[in-house]
């Protein structure tokens, strides 16, 4: 059942089940609510606190205030809200924050802003701004929701991720679509004069490059499209057991090939999603090298059968 907090003059609801250590925060796409994480929540055998919410006027969230509404906004602004939502709603930091599309702009604000409050991260198909200029006609403002929601201005969160320091090291995982995930689901006319195989091959690069960032393991659902966590919520829920647990072990996720081989076996039973072909360095082909391997901390992808789901 959601509640209804106040965060200054307008309400979020937000749903909270669980009650263990760390909290699990989940931050949706645009449009997106508390309700496509169920399968998500499902999955998940972990008994964390698990946290959903609704940004304004979507999920049973109240409107923004007009003069609220009005104003683009960078990612930082919805970070900002949700810091104060979680500080009424009484959920204890550090958390294990769990972003997808435009939810890993929002997630990497509040790291950035309040790296002591995040124990890990786990990012699903991020989206980078920079896609909203590059991928088909600029579309400069996109609209959480017709009336009273926010209007996110990619270029401001553009510019201020170039201002952002360098995450602290922590647990991190991207799970991103399926590397061709453009060409099965796209319409070609939309994002003209952008191909499909062009936005393939950008999308891709910014998958690599949100890897980088903090340093995370790199997962790639095959067969699942840009709502992963909808598409293959028991492997999305795999990766965030396995965050959740290394950081109640104190270690780092994937500072040695034990935390990622943990998360492999899990991935290999039946029924929970099958590694398809390899685990290899990010870029390099699939099928190339073996089935699982990772060097340190360097970005390591796997390409995982997430047709099970």
Same mark, same amino acid.
């Given at each position: 059942?959601?509640? /209804?907090?106040?965060?200054g003059?307008?309400?979020?609801?937000?749903?909270?089940?669980?009650?263990?250590? !760390?909290?699990?925060?989940?931050?949706?796409?645009?449009?997106?609510?508390?309700?496509?994480?169920?399968?998500?929540?499902?999955?998940?055998?972990?008994?964390?606190?698990?946290?959903?919410?609704?940004?304004?006027?979507?999920?049973?969230?109240?409107?923004?205030?007009?003069?609220?509404?009005?104003?683009?906004? =960078?990612?930082?602004?919805?970070?900002?809200?949700?810091?104060?939502?979680?500080?009424?709603?009484?959920?204890?930091?550090?958390?294990?924050?769990?972003?997808?599309?435009?939810?890993g702009?929002?997630?990497?604000?509040?790291?950035?802003?309040r790296?002591?409050?995040?124990?890990?991260?786990?990012?699903?198909?991020?989206?980078?701004?920079?896609?909203?200029?590059?991928?088909?006609? !600029?579309?400069?403002?996109?609209?959480?929701?017709n009336?009273?929601? +926010?209007?996110?201005?990619?270029?401001s969160?553009?510019?201020?991720?170039?201002?952002?320091?360098?995450?602290?090291?922590?647990?991190?995982?991207?799970?991103?679509?399926?590397?061709?995930?453009?060409?099965?689901?796209?319409?070609?006319?939309?994002?003209? =004069?952008?191909?499909?195989?062009?936005?393939?091959e950008l999308?891709?690069?910014?998958?690599?490059?949100?890897?980088?960032?903090?340093?995370?393991?790199?997962?790639?659902?095959?067969?699942?499209?840009?709502?992963?966590?909808?598409?293959?919520?028991? /492997?999305?829920?795999f990766?965030?057991?396995?965050?959740?647990?290394?950081?109640?072990?104190?270690?780092?996720?994937?500072?040695?090939?034990?935390?990622?081989?943990? /998360?492999?076996?899990?991935?290999?039973?039946?029924?929970?999603?099958?590694?398809?072909?390899?685990?290899?360095?990010?870029?390099?082909?699939?099928?190339?090298? =073996?089935?699982?391997? +990772?060097?340190?901390?360097? =970005?390591?992808?796997?390409?995982?059968?997430c047709?099970?789901?």
């Amino acid at each position: 059942m959601a509640e /209804l907090v106040d965060v200054g003059g307008y309400r979020l609801a937000i749903s909270v089940s669980g009650a263990d250590s !760390p909290p699990v925060v989940c931050v949706s796409g645009l449009t997106g609510d508390a309700g496509e994480w169920s399968g998500v929540r499902a999955a998940l055998r972990s008994q964390a606190m698990f946290i959903a919410y609704g940004r304004p006027a979507l999920g049973g969230s109240d409107p923004l205030p007009a003069t609220l509404a009005a104003v683009p906004r =960078p990612a930082s602004w919805a970070a900002e809200q949700l810091h104060v939502l979680l500080a009424r709603a009484g959920v204890p930091a550090p958390r294990v924050l769990v972003g997808h599309s435009i939810g890993g702009l929002i997630v990497e604000a509040h790291l950035a802003r309040r790296p002591g409050d995040v124990a890990g991260v786990v990012l699903n198909d991020p989206t980078d701004p920079r896609a909203n200029f590059e991928i088909g006609k !600029p579309v400069p403002i996109c609209a959480d929701a017709n009336d009273g929601g +926010i209007r996110f201005c990619f270029g401001s969160c553009r510019d201020e991720r170039d201002e952002y320091p360098t995450p602290p090291t922590m647990p991190a995982v991207v799970v991103s679509a399926a590397v061709d995930s453009w060409q099965r689901t796209a319409d070609a006319a939309v994002i003209a =004069p952008c191909t499909l195989a062009e936005a393939d091959e950008l999308w891709q690069g910014y998958q690599r490059d949100w890897t980088a960032r903090p340093r995370a393991l790199h997962v790639s659902a095959d067969h699942a499209g840009h709502c992963v966590h909808e598409d293959a919520p028991t /492997l999305v829920a795999f990766v965030i057991g396995g965050v959740v647990r290394a950081v109640r072990e104190g270690r780092m996720f994937g500072s040695t090939s034990r935390p990622w081989n943990r /998360l492999a076996a899990a991935l290999r039973r039946p029924g929970e999603g099958r590694p398809r072909r390899s685990a290899r360095p990010t870029g390099a082909p699939i099928g190339k090298l =073996p089935r699982f391997a +990772i060097t340190g901390r360097t =970005p390591v992808t796997a390409a995982v059968d997430c047709r099970t789901d």
